[in-house]
């Protein structure tokens, strides 16, 4: 049986590429709506070509960072255009590979806005019983394995991920009483367009063979996600949920 039904209509972030595509296609094949959400409007329409039933899927198209100060009523908007949602699944985010030493603060603002303040502020105003159906409303934001990894070159972003575990747990505290659920996913190397390209690769050579499986598939990730939007998770909040072959 299907883990959802039509009434059920998810945001998700990222949805344009690799682990934020995945997710939506599995809420869309679990019978939910999505409301699929990134930048680049021309990955999100192939997306909609892509999923199992193209009519449960909604897009819309912008940078997540304009919305820093203005969430609630971005979130507002949405909810007038879409009705109350049952949950969000925040995949959007990018990577800063670069030694701590000639790391500048511009670029690590960038990057905690999108990887850390966006999800933060539109979480919790989520967590709104305006915006979201109340009980039973649950989020879910990709955080990363390197938040505990400490890997070289990783400092602003794993310190994003990490800022990122410890606010959306103290969100989930605040929310426990109105029977909303909040958690993170930590996955390490996720083979998706941010890892996958000349880049990355070069600069990570060899990594792979440190993992008994290989690389993950977006959809090792997607799986857990659409689990902890699901019922079936209906006890688990607060956490972060390690996703990973090798670093035990
Ligand atoms: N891949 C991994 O190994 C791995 C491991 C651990 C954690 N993660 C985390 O998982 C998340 C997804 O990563 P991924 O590997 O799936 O990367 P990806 O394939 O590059 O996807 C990133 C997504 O974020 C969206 N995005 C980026 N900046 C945005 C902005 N300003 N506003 C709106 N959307 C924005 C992109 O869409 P547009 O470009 O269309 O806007 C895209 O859909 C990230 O937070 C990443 O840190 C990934």
Redesign the pocket.
């Known amino acids: 049986m299907a883990l959802f039904n039509e009434e059920n209509i998810f945001i998700v972030?990222?949805?344009?590429?690799?682990?934020?595509?995945a997710v939506a296609k599995k809420l869309i094949e679990e019978n939910a709506k999505v409301l699929a959400?990134?930048?680049?409007s021309e990955?999100?329409q192939l997306l909609e070509r892509e999923c199992s039933k193209p009519k449960n899927l909604f897009i819309e198209t912008?940078?997540?960072?304009e919305h820093l100060v203005d969430m609630p009523s971005y979130l507002n908007f949405l909810k007038s255009k879409y009705g109350k949602f049952s949950g969000l699944a925040y995949?959007?985010?990018?990577?800063m590979l670069k030694p701590a030493l000639t790391t500048e603060y511009e670029e690590s603002l960038n990057l905690f806005n999108?990887?850390y303040f966006?999800p933060v502020m539109m979480i919790k105003s989520f967590m709104d019983k305006r915006i979201c159906i109340g009980k039973g409303a649950s989020a879910v934001a990709?955080?990363?394995?390197?938040a505990f990894l400490r890997e070289k070159g990783l400092c602003i972003?794993s310190g994003t991920?990490a800022a990122l575990q410890v606010s959306l747990a103290t969100i989930a505290k605040e929310v426990a009483s109105k029977g909303m659920r909040v958690n993170t996913v930590?996955?390490?190397?996720?083979k998706?367009?941010?890892?996958m390209n000349d880049d990355m690769l070069n600069l990570r050579q060899g990594r792979e063979k440190t993992y008994p499986f290989g690389f993950?598939e977006?959809n090792d990730v997607a799986e857990i996600v659409v689990f902890l939007l699901s019922n079936k998770a209906k006890w688990l909040t607060g956490h972060d949920y390690i996703i990973d072959c090798a670093s035990f």
Do not use: F
């Open positions: 972030t990222g949805a344009s590429s690799g682990i934020g595509k959400i990134a930048r680049n990955r999100l912008t940078d997540l960072t995949c959007a985010g990018y990577i999108i990887n966006a990709v955080a990363s394995a390197t972003y991920k930590s996955p390490s190397d996720i998706t367009p941010m890892t993950g977006p």
